[in-house]
């Protein structure tokens, strides 16, 4: 297993434009996080997926932002007309367990958003 | 949410341990302490976890105060590549993880 996987490592778009990111996880993870983090902050939460079934989603996640795990296995995260504010990078995690306290995270290398 | 507090940076040199502090007071009785830690450009990576006992693993060991109240996270032997941010984090149940702002590690050689 190569961990979880994040495509593309950077994105680089204009403002107005829609963009889509997809993440891997491990196989065996039930688990999908999705967070984002910009310069100098601790990630902050986005959304997760147990399975398929989105189960919880941040007030940082506006309408512009939808998130998807068909089938249990991977996920994408959709940003509709981009705006500057969004540039950061975008993390996704996954774990075993339904997330069980004594379970740890696996985190991908991120997707970096540039808006210009 | 119990929160943790993280001294904003530290230094030490290498070759030597280090012991980067994370006060819990507000910590419930079964929530776990999670480690992470983040090198620059890249995801967070899970260090070490524990409830009440000290652990030891191939990282790092994690020392838990007897109140629960604050853990120290230790590495035996720091090498520069063990420079990074790190994140002292309560996890409560199947909650999702929340992170702080960390402590900054720097390694002098």
């Known amino acids: 297993d190569t961990g979880v996987s994040q495509n593309p490592r950077h994105k680089i778009t204009k403002r107005g434009q829609n963009v889509t990111f997809r993440c891997d996880p491990i196989?065996?993870?039930?688990?999908l996080y999705w967070y984002r983090q910009t310069l100098g902050q601790g990630p902050e939460f986005l959304t997760y997926f147990q399975n398929e079934a989105q189960l919880e989603k941040s007030r940082l996640l506006s309408d512009r932002f939808s998130a998807e795990r068909p089938k249990g296995s991977f996920s994408t995260l959709e940003i509709q007309r981009t705006e500057q504010g969004d540039s950061a990078m975008y993390l996704c995690a996954s774990s075993a367990a339904g997330g069980r306290p004594s379970y740890g995270y696996t985190f991908g290398s991120g997707t970096r958003l540039t808006v210009v | 949410d119990a929160k943790t507090t993280q001294p904003n940076s530290m230094e030490s040199n290498e070759e030597e341990p280090v012991h980067l502090p994370c006060n819990h007071s507000?910590?419930?009785?079964?929530?776990?302490i999670h480690w992470y830690r983040q090198l620059p450009s890249q995801g967070p990576e899970y260090v070490i976890h524990g409830l009440t006992s000290n652990v030891n693993n191939r990282m790092a060991s994690l020392a838990i105060a007897e109140d629960r109240k604050s853990s120290t996270l230790i590495l035996h032997r720091a090498t520069l590549r063990d420079a990074a941010v790190y994140y002292c984090i309560l996890k409560f149940g199947n909650e999702k993880l929340t992170f702080g702002t960390g402590t900054r590690l720097t390694i002098i050689p």
């Open positions: 196989s065996e993870h039930n688990r």
């Open positions: 507000t910590i419930s009785g079964t929530d776990y």
